[in-house]
């Protein structure tokens, strides 16, 4: 009961020499504020990048493997992969037959175009040729129309399904339905628009949302295909067999094409977890550099407040001296001024947080989505209280071994 007594009487003594000094406290928590705003806007912002990365690649799917010519992260191997040959739809025509367990095996293939639409034009469009499959494999369905059917890939119909953002710009308020756009030279008839799926994908992956889809027959037709490199999209039966399919999908391909025992593999398999790897490795880098950054600022905000400290010891020198004449421990004396420390910090780190909510939204409204959780609060003020703890410490064990007798002759 004397400890809490003591504790409490401590706080209040610590309150109230804060209060006698507000502009010194003020100044003294400016170095805190600082590396308070640096922790919260690094962590939110990492965890905004993180959210926007796993939504950018959920249309990837967990239960699919992509068959590639070289793999998405290289780690600058690119001599090992360039001379490779491309996969073929022959290729692909074959892995539907031989692969009995996939759900679908769906051909893509890619280019780069300009879009038309009346007088509005938009360059460098990703125009993406696939099959019906592609809303098997993929988790993006169409808003509103529909997607590619059997008979567009079968006939060569100049069908396209676009993403949001492309109808957001190219058509506006305008129904795109049924409205013909040109893509390059052609007309295509917009079929339907898919729903959107997120912001453009990490390592400079596609933006879904300004993709435009048409048939992967249409596609050869209208750019041309012989020498075109093909990805192969294989949904597995599901997440618990993909290892045992992916190594059955390994064997397949060696098959069809054509590769001795001793032969390396001269395609890639690749899946959503080789970006969430690559994502991590980069991510963690970054974050510890920012953390790296942000302690530093920490650090000399906590020697200002030490500083302080010692310039308030040595002030209330006297005051100690009789508050020890009178029968306070060390113990009392030492928490008394680890408080005081301890409240100046976690103040600056309750102004931190405030002003790290206005970042956070100026982050939101240009940048990326991004929020501050509670967890993120509760850890910057944690990192406040610390700092003020191991900036008072020195000076508070300075104080608390003054001899009472040559602290009263103090003037």
């Excluded at 991510?283 to 953390?291: A, D, F, K, W, Y």
Aim: with cysteine.
């Amino acid at each position: 009961m004397r400890n809490i007594t003591d504790t409490f009487e401590s706080l209040k003594i610590a309150l109230q020499a804060i209060k006698a000094n507000k502009a010194r406290g003020l100044l003294t928590t400016l170095g805190i504020i600082i590396g308070i705003v640096a922790v919260v806007t690094t962590m939110t912002a990492a965890n905004g990048l993180e959210n926007s990365f796993k939504e950018s690649i959920s249309v990837l799917g967990s239960d699919v493997l992509y068959v590639s010519r070289t793999p998405w992260v290289h780690s600058g191997r690119w001599f090992e992969f360039r001379n490779r040959q491309n996969l073929t739809l022959k290729e692909a025509d074959k892995l539907k037959t031989q692969l009995k367990r996939a759900v679908a095996v769906n051909p893509v293939t890619d280019t780069r175009r300009s879009i038309k639409y009346r007088s509005r034009v938009i360059d460098d469009v990703s125009i993406v040729g696939t099959t019906d499959k592609h809303i098997v494999v993929s988790s993006g369905v169409p808003d509103y129309g529909r997607f590619l059917n059997h008979y567009d890939v079968e006939y060569k119909h100049f069908v396209c399904v676009i993403g949001s953002e492309v109808k957001k710009r190219l058509f506006d308020t305008v129904d795109p339905i049924n409205k013909k756009m040109k893509i390059g030279r052609y007309d295509f008839r917009v079929v339907g628009v898919m729903e959107q799926q997120g912001g453009a994908g990490m390592f400079g992956g596609p933006n879904f949302d300004m993709q435009i889809y048409i048939p992967i027959t249409s596609f050869m037709k209208a750019f041309g295909g012989r020498d075109r490199d093909f990805d192969f999209v294989v949904k597995a039966p599901s997440t618990e067999v993909l290892p045992d399919f992916e190594y059955e999908l390994v064997g397949e391909m060696r098959k069809i094409r054509k590769l001795k025992p001793t032969d390396k593999d001269d395609f890639s398999i690749n899946q959503m977890s080789t970006l969430v790897a690559a994502y991590n490795n980069v991510m963690g880098v970054v974050v510890m550099i920012g953390l790296l950054i942000t302690g530093v600022s920490l650090f000399v905000g906590g020697i200002g407040v030490m500083n302080i400290m010692f310039v308030s010891v040595t002030e209330r020198t006297r005051e100690i001296g009789i508050r020890k004449a009178i029968g306070a421990k060390r113990r009392t004396i030492l928490t008394q001024f680890l408080f005081e420390s301890s409240v100046i910090c976690l103040l600056g780190g309750l102004v931190g947080v405030i002003f790290s909510f206005g970042v956070t939204a100026l982050i939101n409204s240009t940048v990326m989505p991004a929020s501050i959780s509670i967890p993120i609060v509760i850890i910057a003020l944690a990192i406040s209280v610390l700092v003020g703890v191991f900036s008072g410490i020195i000076p508070a064990y300075r104080a608390s071994r003054l001899n009472p007798i040559e602290a009263l002759r103090y003037e």
